[in-house]
């Protein structure tokens, strides 16, 4: 195999014309120059220079390798310099995929910092909600995924693969319409609302949903369904039905004509931050990930 720190003196011996103004050059002795290029032959399998008293002269394969030599070590040098660009965040790119309500109030914050912190760094935002986030994760269409699991959930086992850091705990509310009995009574019994009418929200949050109700002992009527938090809060408004939100997801939308309730039994989710191992280690994944947990806590 050839090394770069060999094609290195190699150019500074075809350069000098000896060993002993090559190792001045180089900053080395004249043995380490002459071991060095001992060395070369043995990987290159041929002889590279021809040695007449105290001249040198570059061999047919010598001039080759010297010839290439110039574009690998450039592009050695272009490639060091990106590396270290990278690792010392003056470059560098991640993909963020986030769930909503978490692109609309945790996400804006995070990246506002790593823009004013790092601007060499790009990252770009694309949205989905788990379990569909979390296979791109792994699939590799993204570096750094906002997911969330309710308590209880099995997603423990689900991302024990993962690194996975915890952001914050996000309380689930009722929405009821303004003109509704309840409005204004600060705080509301799932077994209160059992023969209302249900607007649900995504998939995985409509299932936690019939679960939360069965467990209060009925089953949701549920009229209306809509991955679009502003839709929910819309139609509670308008007077068609009850829902339970995300703070987060509330915090993110002007709710015009509703009502918020804390509701009995407490539900929570739990938001976090996902990302693989290897990618935790790459600069400008930390990094955008303590910008998360920042933005988390305020």
Same mark, same amino acid.
């Given at each position: 195999?050839?090394? @770069?720190?060999?094609?290195?003196?190699?150019?500074?011996?075809?350069?000098?014309?000896?060993?002993?103004?090559? @190792?001045?050059?180089?900053?080395?002795?004249?043995?380490?120059?002459?071991?060095?290029?001992?060395?070369?032959?043995?990987?290159?399998?041929?002889? !590279?220079?021809?040695?007449?008293?105290?001249?040198?002269?570059?061999?047919?394969?010598?001039? @080759?390798?010297?010839?290439?030599?110039?574009?690998?070590?450039?592009?050695?040098?272009?490639?060091?310099?990106? %590396?270290?660009?990278?690792?010392?965040?003056?470059?560098?790119?991640?993909?963020?995929?986030?769930?909503?309500?978490?692109?609309?109030?945790? =996400?804006?914050? +995070?990246?506002?910092?790593?823009?004013?912190?790092?601007?060499?760094?790009?990252?770009?935002?694309?949205?989905?909600?788990?379990?569909?986030?979390?296979?791109?994760?792994?699939?590799?269409?993204?570096?750094?995924?906002?997911?969330?699991?309710?308590?209880?959930?099995?997603?423990?086992?689900?991302?024990?693969? /993962?690194?996975?850091?915890? /952001?914050?705990?996000?309380?689930?509310?009722?929405?009821?319409?303004?003109?509704?009995?309840?409005?204004?009574?600060?705080?509301?019994?799932?077994?209160?609302?059992?023969?209302?009418?249900?607007?649900?929200?995504?998939?995985?949050?409509?299932?936690?949903?019939?679960?939360?109700?069965?467990?209060?002992?009925?089953?949701?009527?549920?009229?209306?369904?809509?991955?679009?938090?502003?839709?929910?809060?819309?139609? =509670?408004?308008?007077?068609?039905?009850?829902?339970?939100?995300?703070? /987060?997801?509330?915090?993110? %939308?002007?709710?015009?004509?509703?009502?918020?309730?804390?509701?009995?039994?407490?539900?929570?989710?739990?938001?976090?931050?996902?990302?693989?191992?290897?990618? @935790?280690?790459?600069?400008?994944?930390?990094?955008? !990930?303590?910008?998360? %947990?920042? +933005?988390?806590?305020?």
């Amino acid at each position: 195999m050839i090394e @770069a720190r060999h094609l290195r003196i190699l150019r500074a011996v075809a350069g000098t014309g000896s060993f002993s103004a090559a @190792a001045r050059e180089l900053g080395c002795t004249q043995p380490a120059v002459s071991q060095q290029m001992k060395a070369l032959e043995q990987s290159a399998g041929t002889p !590279l220079l021809v040695r007449t008293g105290r001249e040198m002269r570059l061999t047919q394969a010598g001039e @080759a390798l010297v010839r290439h030599a110039a574009g690998i070590l450039a592009g050695l040098t272009a490639a060091e310099e990106e %590396v270290a660009a990278i690792a010392g965040l003056r470059a560098g790119r991640v993909r963020l995929v986030s769930f909503p309500s978490g692109s609309s109030t945790l =996400v804006p914050t +995070a990246l506002a910092a790593m823009r004013a912190e790092h601007p060499g760094t790009r990252i770009s935002l694309v949205e989905a909600e788990p379990p569909r986030s979390v296979e791109m994760l792994r699939e590799g269409d993204c570096d750094l995924a906002l997911a969330f699991r309710y308590a209880g959930a099995s997603a423990v086992a689900e991302w024990e693969d /993962l690194v996975v850091t915890p /952001l914050l705990t996000d309380r689930l509310v009722g929405l009821v319409p303004e003109a509704h009995p309840l409005a204004g009574a600060g705080r509301v019994g799932m077994a209160e609302l059992a023969d209302e009418p249900w607007i649900a929200g995504c998939p995985r949050c409509r299932r936690h949903l019939v679960e939360v109700c069965e467990g209060a002992g009925f089953t949701p009527r549920i009229d209306f369904a809509t991955d679009d938090y502003p839709a929910v809060v819309g139609l =509670v408004g308008a007077g068609l039905g009850v829902a339970v939100l995300p703070e /987060l997801a509330v915090e993110s %939308v002007r709710a015009k004509g509703v009502s918020t309730l804390a509701v009995e039994p407490a539900v929570e989710r739990e938001v976090v931050a996902l990302t693989l191992p290897d990618l @935790a280690r790459v600069p400008a994944v930390a990094a955008t !990930l303590g910008e998360l %947990v920042r +933005a988390a806590a305020r």
